[in-house]
């Protein structure tokens, strides 16, 4: 039996490497891989969270959409959104790929295909875990005017709207819970950082490239980077995650779509 001590202070995993060329070689691959991916979205982000700060309305009365129109030609549109998902995915395909040239095998952190449909079931109750507290949160956030409102698509209404949301979502998925969670916390466990240090920063730096949406969409964002980064930490399994976080997006995209202008809360 599993003792929330050993969830709160897990066990370290792997090797910590000690050759200091190879340390160095981590820490610029690091910066680097960052500094073209989630770390330059995150700075884009704290400068578009301060430019709404600086605006003379409250934030609670600004808003952000997530996923917005990208040309007036419909074709073009559905083209460049479907390139906008083609980098999330080589974002992510780029953290797989230096870890499993350092010989980090995909069954290691977790993207084998040994256990699809419990992989399947975990992430649909994590994705219920996350998103129902997540959802109070916004609302809260957005009542004590802590946070934009937040418009998950403004997309016209096309045929392939719904499709390309879903297309988007797990994109979305793919690049954040392979960079963030096991590309990320792989590499600061090779440099020495205990795994509760190693989490905290994942965390952070998940929340930090939502704080476009306000404080509540950072600090819930923080959360949901705990809660996924100590289930991988205990588990080992990257597939559950990318499964919660598509199911997350494809309900607030799609669903946010499919109800705007028909549900009289809905922004």
């Known amino acids: 039996m599993i003792s929330l001590r050993t969830w709160l202070a897990p066990p370290r995993r792997g090797d910590r490497l000690t050759d200091p060329t190879e340390r160095r070689a981590i820490v610029v691959e690091l910066v680097v891989v960052l500094a073209v991916t989630l770390g330059m979205s995150a700075l884009r982000s704290l400068l578009s969270l301060l430019d709404a ?25 559905l083209l460049r959104q ?30 084998d295909r040994r256990r699809p449909g419990r992989d399947a079931l975990t992430g649909a109750g994590l994705a219920a ?25 403004t997309l016209d209404d096309t045929w392939w709207r719904p499709i390309v949301l879903t297309i988007a979502a797990a994109a979305n998925a793919w690049a954040e819970e392979v960079l ?8 600061l466990r090779q440099l020495g950082l205990g795994e509760n240090a190693s989490l905290a920063v994942s965390a952070v730096l998940r929340g930090s490239y939502h704080l476009y949406q306000g404080f509540g969409g950072f600090l819930g964002n923080v959360v949901m980077g705990l809660v996924f980064g100590r289930f991988w930490q205990r ?7 990318v499964v919660a ?4 997006d494809v309900v607030a995209f799609v669903g946010y779509a499919l109800l705007r202008g028909r549900v009289s809360w809905l922004p």
Not at 180 to 187: E, I
Not at 245 to 248: D, E, F, G, Q, W
């Open 245 to 248: 976080h598509t199911l997350l």
């Open 129 to 153: 875990l996350i998103g129902i507290p997540g959802l109070g949160l916004y609302f809260l956030a957005r009542a004590v005017g802590a946070n934009l409102t937040v418009l998950p698509s």
């Open 82 to 111: 479907l390139l906008s998902a083609t980098q999330l995915f080589a974002w992510g395909a780029l953290g797989l790929y230096l870890l499993w040239r350092a010989g980090i095998r995909f069954a290691e952190i977790g993207l």
């Open 180 to 187: 963030v969670v096991a590309y990320v916390l792989t590499r």
């Open 235 to 241: 588990t080992n399994r990257l597939w559950p995650l």
């Open 53 to 77: 700060l600086l605006a003379p309305e409250p934030l609670a009365e600004q808003q952000v959409a997530i996923n917005v129109r990208q040309a007036d030609l419909d074709l073009i549109d």
